[in-house]
C-alpha cells in the first residue's frame, strides 16, 4: 500500500494491489455531521478525475471513496452509479475480508 505518494504522477491518497493484481486507488475525507455533503462531493469528484487521469495513462483502477462516515445512505447509491466504492470506516472490516 502507498499513502500520500500518488500513481504514476496522479495524486490519489492511497493505491495498492489485491491478491488478485487488480489497483485500487482510494480518497481519503474526514466527515463529520456539519461537512458530510460537501466533503462526499469533494471526495466523489476526487476520485473520478483521478481514476480518469489513470485510465488516459492506461492504468485501470477501482475506485474508493473512504470516509469517516456518511448518514445519508443515497450517497451509497451515488458512488455506486458512478462505479465508486462508498466505505465509512465501519465497513472496512467487512469490506477486507
Given at each position: 500500500m502507498?499513502?500520500?505518494?500518488?500513481?504514476?504522477?496522479?495524486?490519489?491518497d492511497?493505491?495498492?494491489?489485491?491478491?488478485?493484481?487488480?489497483?485500487?486507488?482510494?480518497?481519503?475525507?474526514?466527515?463529520?455531521?456539519?461537512?458530510?455533503?460537501?466533503?462526499?462531493?469533494?471526495?466523489?469528484?476526487?476520485?473520478?478525475?483521478?481514476?480518469?487521469?489513470?485510465?488516459?495513462?492506461?492504468?485501470?483502477?477501482?475506485?474508493?471513496?473512504?470516509?469517516?462516515?456518511?448518514?445519508?445512505?443515497?450517497?451509497?447509491?451515488?458512488?455506486?452509479?458512478?462505479?465508486?466504492?462508498?466505505?465509512?470506516?465501519?465497513?472496512?472490516?467487512?469490506?477486507?475480508?
Amino acid at each position: 500500500m502507498t499513502a500520500g505518494a500518488g500513481l504514476h504522477g496522479v495524486p490519489v491518497d492511497l493505491a495498492w494491489r489485491d491478491g488478485q493484481d487488480r489497483q485500487f486507488i482510494a480518497e481519503v475525507k474526514s466527515t463529520t455531521i456539519g461537512n458530510e455533503i460537501e466533503q462526499l462531493r469533494f471526495g466523489l469528484g476526487q476520485v473520478l478525475e483521478y481514476r480518469h487521469r489513470l485510465a488516459m495513462l492506461d492504468v485501470p483502477v477501482t475506485a474508493v471513496l473512504l470516509v469517516s462516515h456518511y448518514g445519508d445512505h443515497a450517497w451509497w447509491g451515488t458512488c455506486a452509479d458512478s462505479d465508486v466504492v462508498l466505505l465509512a470506516e465501519d465497513d472496512l472490516p467487512n469490506w477486507l475480508t
